[in-house]
């Protein structure tokens, strides 16, 4: 036994050292550094996540900033939980799950039906009480249809029909519709970064110092264990939170340059900008389902919205093979995508009770914080779901991380989306960039994945089928950049003649062994907690149960195309 625990940690380490990473999905760092690693999570996704709000405010008629701010917690706490359900039953990779803009379309949509167009009379006087209260009738209208459309969700995973679909999807595939994710948010960095360009600047600098000049150094700090009493310890802090120091000493700064009268009063460097917002916040505060009312439904509504489903369940799948890559993990076999699809589903449905504006994802900008810190241990980011939930409940510490400036939260976009892009790309490594098939596949499907888009945002009523429910539907995902890019890849990559090898499926689906090798974690990663184990036989007709058959056997869903059964490795569960 002593024997075998030896050789698992030794092989630990060489997965480690082969992909440059601190810690594999199935390990854990220390508790304190676990809590600081967890908490810089829920950071970085608080930027985006505290944008949606703010944005779909105005179209819902809120016209308190208090009302704002509870929204905001709301949606961090189901957040939490989503974030729980997807990495402890979902598909168990270290994956963050936050609001998703894929429904803001179908949502704005629905927002400016006749009956739900704000008062003309709130444009000149916002803040008269007698408009208190209408918001509710327009958020229970969104909550009814993201409600029955995470049905279609939760049907879509556990079915099985995504899995299926896999058996067509590669790396000339998978590369363009990743790099898709970064590249089609550059309005988003150009909007943060660009309102103040010194201070984004200042932050990327501080990341780029951190996450690739300082990952040697160690700082020392006071310890104290029954061992060896008090004693320093040293830690490379700076290679695992160069977003939180990045973020923390930019703000500092700026509130230093806030004070010194250094910027205009209209600058969103401020850290002023939003301080009546920290004085008017709750305490303490519970979000529970159905806090707005009850939910009401139109089919105009729910046809909608399931635009922003199918837009959301081709970006996840995306994110999902990304996020294998981040923490070495292999790429995530069908089961494991199938149940993550319909845990977001489930989640959905809970964002949609509980009344949060906007459905939930998985969130690629947490998962360039992986590439970063190289940290892809799992339960770090279930501490950071645990932090989203607890610090949810008090509306003080919520409203004090909104003053964070603009600029600050833009320079860390400007950092991960680059990395979640660069991530896309090095899938190609496995593909022959000297076939002129593949160069021409990878290249259209990126540049076709950016300029559909951006015309129909130029030209928003380019689609007209007469009507207005469809073209909701055609808008939300040919305005998709992953969707586009993606689908054009897929389609090109399976009707034009190449081979196997060629087109890196053969290299692709050898990942699934490679771990025996001791170049990623196991496979078991993506096993189920709670006694559920990959040998029960029944488990082959469940599409999202985890199955690996013995040598021999013909397997029901298969994975990749190894027949082998995979040595278990040590994992924890939370």
């Given at each position: 036994?002593?024997?075998?625990?030896?050789?698992?940690?030794?092989?630990?380490?060489?997965?480690?050292?082969?992909?440059?990473?601190?810690?594999?999905?199935?390990?854990n760092?220390?508790?304190?550094?676990?809590?600081m690693?967890?908490?810089?999570?829920?950071?970085?996704?608080?930027?985006?996540?505290v944008?949606?709000?703010?944005?779909?405010s105005?179209a819902?008629?809120?016209?308190?900033?208090?009302?704002?701010?509870?929204?905001?917690?709301?949606?961090?706490?189901?957040?939490?939980?989503?974030?729980?359900?997807?990495?402890?039953?979902?598909?168990?990779?270290?994956?963050?799950?936050?609001s998703?803009?894929?429904?803001?379309?179908?949502?704005?949509?629905?927002?400016?039906?006749?009956?739900?167009?704000?008062?003309?009379?709130?444009e000149?006087?916002?803040?008269n009480?007698?408009?208190?209260g209408?918001?509710?009738?327009?958020?229970?209208?969104?909550?009814?249809?993201?409600?029955?459309?995470?049905?279609?969700?939760?049907?879509?995973?556990?079915?099985?029909?995504?899995?299926?679909?896999?058996?067509?999807?590669?790396p000339?595939t998978?590369?363009?519709?990743?790099?898709?994710?970064?590249?089609?948010?550059?309005?988003?960095?150009?909007?943060?970064?660009?309102?103040?360009?010194?201070?984004?600047?200042?932050?990327?600098?501080?990341?780029?110092?951190?996450?690739?000049?300082?990952?040697?150094?160690?700082?020392?700090?006071?310890?104290?264990?029954?061992?060896?009493?008090?004693?320093?310890?040293?830690?490379?802090?700076?290679?695992?939170?160069?977003?939180?120091?990045?973020?923390?000493?930019?703000?500092?700064?700026?509130?230093?340059?806030?004070?010194?009268?250094?910027?205009?009063?209209?600058?969103?460097?401020?850290?002023?900008?939003?301080?009546?917002?920290?004085?008017?916040?709750?305490?303490?505060?519970?979000?529970?389902?159905?806090?707005?009312?009850?939910?009401?439904?139109?089919?105009?509504?729910?046809?909608?919205?399931?635009?922003?489903?199918?837009?959301?369940?081709?970006?996840?799948?995306?994110?999902?093979?990304?996020?294998?890559?981040?923490?070495?993990?292999?790429?995530?076999?069908?089961?494991?995508?199938?149940?993550?699809?319909?845990?977001?589903?489930?989640?959905?449905?809970?964002?949609?009770?509980?009344?949060?504006?906007?459905?939930?994802?998985?969130?690629?900008?947490?998962?360039?914080?992986?590439?970063?810190?190289?940290?892809?241990?799992?339960?770090?980011?279930?501490?950071?779901?645990?932090?989203?939930?607890?610090?949810?409940?008090?509306?003080?510490?919520?409203?004090?991380?909104?003053?964070i400036?603009?600029?600050?939260?833009g320079?860390?976009?400007?950092?991960?989306?680059?990395?979640?892009?660069?991530v896309?790309?090095?899938?190609?490594?496995?593909?022959?960039?000297?076939?002129?098939?593949?160069?021409?596949?990878?290249?259209?499907?990126?540049?076709?994945?950016?300029?559909?888009?951006?015309?129909?945002?130029?030209?928003?009523?380019?689609?007209?089928?007469?009507?207005?429910?469809?073209?909701?539907?055609?808008?939300?995902?040919?305005?998709?950049?992953?969707?586009?890019?993606?689908?054009?890849?897929?389609?090109?990559?399976?009707?034009?003649?190449?081979?196997?090898?060629?087109?890196?499926?053969?290299?692709?689906?050898?990942?699934?062994?490679?771990?025996?090798?001791?170049?990623?974690?196991?496979?078991?990663?993506?096993?189920?907690?709670?006694?559920?184990?990959?040998?029960?036989?029944?488990?082959?007709?469940?599409?999202?149960?985890?199955?690996?058959?013995?040598?021999?056997?013909?397997?029901?869903?298969?994975?990749?195309?190894?027949?082998?059964?995979?040595?278990?490795q040590?994992?924890?569960?939370?």
């Open positions: 036994m002593d024997t075998d625990r030896i050789e698992a940690q030794n092989d630990n380490e060489n997965n480690k050292e082969d992909l440059g990473l601190s810690y594999l999905i199935d390990e760092p220390p508790w304190y550094m676990a809590i690693l967890g908490l810089q999570h829920y950071l970085t996704m608080f930027g985006a996540t944008s949606l709000p703010l944005i779909l105005p819902m008629c809120v016209n308190d900033p208090v009302v704002t701010g509870k929204l905001i917690s709301t949606i961090f706490f189901v957040s939490g939980v989503a974030t729980l359900l997807q990495t402890c039953l979902g598909n168990r990779l270290p994956i963050v799950q936050g998703t803009f894929s429904y803001l379309v179908p949502t704005f949509a629905i927002l400016s039906l006749p009956d739900y167009k704000c008062p003309k009379e709130m000149s006087d916002p803040t009480s007698k408009f208190d209408i918001w509710k009738i327009r958020i229970r209208e969104i909550q009814g249809a993201i409600m029955v459309t995470s049905i279609i969700q939760i049907v879509i995973g556990f079915s099985g029909l995504v899995g299926f679909l896999l058996r067509f999807i590669g000339i998978i590369a363009p519709t990743i790099a898709l994710v970064g590249l089609s948010l550059v309005n988003v960095c150009l909007t943060n970064a660009g309102s103040h360009w010194g201070i984004a600047f200042t932050t990327i600098g501080l990341i780029i110092i951190c996450s690739q000049m300082l990952t040697d150094v160690k700082v020392p700090f006071p310890f104290y264990t029954k061992e060896k009493g008090f004693h320093t310890l040293k830690s490379p802090v700076f290679r695992l939170f160069p977003v939180i120091i990045a973020i923390v000493t930019t703000w500092i700064f700026c509130v230093i340059l806030t004070a010194a009268g250094v910027f205009d009063h209209n600058s969103s460097a401020r850290t002023d900008v939003k301080s009546s917002v920290l004085a008017d916040s709750p305490w303490f505060r519970v979000p529970y389902p159905g806090q707005w009312g009850t939910p009401t439904l139109s089919f105009a509504g729910v046809f909608g919205m399931v635009a922003g489903v199918i837009a959301g369940v081709v970006e996840s799948i995306g994110d999902y093979y990304a996020c294998a890559r981040m923490s070495g993990a292999p790429p995530p076999p069908p089961h494991a995508i199938n149940r993550g699809i319909g845990i977001e589903g489930i989640a959905c449905f809970i964002a949609g009770a509980f009344g949060t504006g906007t459905a939930t994802t998985s969130f690629s900008e947490n998962i360039g914080v992986i590439g970063i810190t190289r940290v892809g241990s799992r339960r770090v980011v279930q501490i950071g779901a645990l932090c989203m939930i607890i610090l949810a409940l008090f509306g003080k510490f919520g409203a004090l991380f909104s003053t400036p603009q600029p600050v939260i320079g860390v976009f400007v950092v991960l989306f680059g990395m979640i892009c660069a896309g790309l090095s899938s190609l490594q496995h593909v022959n960039l000297n076939s002129v098939r593949n160069l021409f596949i990878v290249g259209f499907a990126l540049i076709i994945g950016l300029v559909i888009p951006e015309y129909l945002r130029q030209h928003p009523d380019t689609i007209d089928t007469g009507v207005p429910e469809v073209n909701q539907i055609f808008t939300v995902l040919f305005g998709t950049s992953m969707v586009v890019g993606g689908m054009v890849a897929l389609i090109l990559d399976n009707i034009l003649p190449g081979s196997d090898e060629d087109r890196g499926i053969i290299k692709w689906r050898s990942l699934m062994t490679e771990q025996r090798k001791g170049t990623m974690a196991s496979i078991h990663v993506y096993d189920l907690p709670f006694g559920i184990t990959s040998k029960w036989t029944f488990a082959k007709y469940i599409p999202f149960l985890p199955y690996y058959p013995e040598d021999g056997e013909n397997d029901v869903h298969p994975v990749a195309d190894s027949e082998i059964q995979f040595p278990q040590q994992q924890t569960f939370l």
